[in-house]
């Protein structure tokens, strides 16, 4: 579980004193934390690991979303300090598809629910995270189904 594994390296990154390495392990457990407070009212629970995906995944768009705007407000320090958080979260992820075996995965979910405009790019997109959102970065995917379907 990714879970343990978080755990495991804050625990490992306290006895080897890797401050940044840490910080960032605790930034995670904490929004996981949080993400459990509000699953306590859900009637339907995901899968742990479900859950820890899509934080990550969460915080891997956010984290990217950071470093160009430091970039380009001339922040280099404060991109390098994200980048560093960024780095140590998708440590964590589980193995991205490529761009290739995305497309494959596109064009597969076309034909099973016989998508042929924009106007389906709803179905698609929603069959491809139901079966490979831990997988896929869903904003790159985006526009794979849009340059598929147009």
Do not use: Y
């Amino acid at each position: 579980m990714i879970r343990e594994q978080l755990k495991s390296a804050q625990i490992t990154a306290m006895k080897a004193g890797e401050k940044e390495k840490l910080a960032a392990v605790r930034l995670i457990l904490a929004k996981l934390k949080d993400r459990d407070i509000e699953l306590r009212t859900a009637t339907q629970v995901p899968d742990d690991d479900a859950i820890v995906v899509e934080v990550l995944q969460k915080m891997v768009k956010q984290r990217r979303e950071s470093i160009e705007m430091f970039k380009n407000g001339g922040r280099d320090e404060l991109a390098a300090k994200e980048q560093v958080e960024l780095d140590v979260i998708e440590t964590f992820l589980p193995q991205q598809l490529s761009e290739d075996e995305t497309k494959a995965a596109i064009e597969t979910i076309k034909a099973e629910v016989g998508a042929a405009s924009l106007k389906d790019m709803g179905k698609v997109m929603a069959v491809l995270k139901e079966r490979h959102g831990t997988v896929i970065d869903m904003s790159k995917a985006s526009g794979l189904v849009k340059a598929a379907l147009g």
